[in-house]
């Protein structure tokens, strides 16, 4: 049974840090590209971040750029996302999904496997 499992979210201060983590089961990891998504209240969801099965690609939506790092570790089953510098507009469910392709980018049809979501609340 393929499953996604995402932790690592929680409340921080504006400028601050945090780690989610996704790990997965059913699956070999390596021949997955994984994304990380974000729906806000109201809002559709939005591709933030995604990196190739062969970890040699990697996409960031604008608006994390230099902020936020994606990375995996096949052996342990798990993508990170490492967000810095966090901001309110950042406040959201944050999923992971995959796909059984070499590359995908941040539209969500092109996944196929998806977490249950971790909540992030970035609030002073």
């Known amino acids: 049974q393929v499953q996604l499992v995402e932790s690592g979210g929680g409340l921080v201060q504006p400028g601050g840090s945090l780690r989610l983590s996704c790990t997965v089961s059913?699956?070999?990891?390596?021949?997955?590209?994984i994304g990380w998504f974000r729906q806000a209240p109201g809002k559709e969801r939005e591709g933030v971040a995604s990196?190739?099965?062969?970890?040699?690609?990697?996409y960031y939506a604008d608006s994390v750029k230099g902020r936020f790092t994606i990375s995996r570790d096949n052996a342990k089953n798990t993508v990170y996302l490492q967000m810095n510098s966090l901001k309110p507009e950042d406040t959201a469910v944050y999923y992971c999904?995959?796909?059984?392709?070499?590359?995908?980018?941040?539209?969500?049809?092109?996944?196929?496997?998806w977490g249950q979501g971790t909540q992030v609340t970035v609030s002073s």
């Open positions: 999904a995959a796909t059984f392709r070499i590359v995908a980018g941040n539209a969500p049809d092109e996944y196929d496997n």
């Open positions: 990196i190739s099965s062969a970890n040699a690609y990697t």
């Open positions: 059913g699956f070999t990891l390596d021949y997955y590209a």
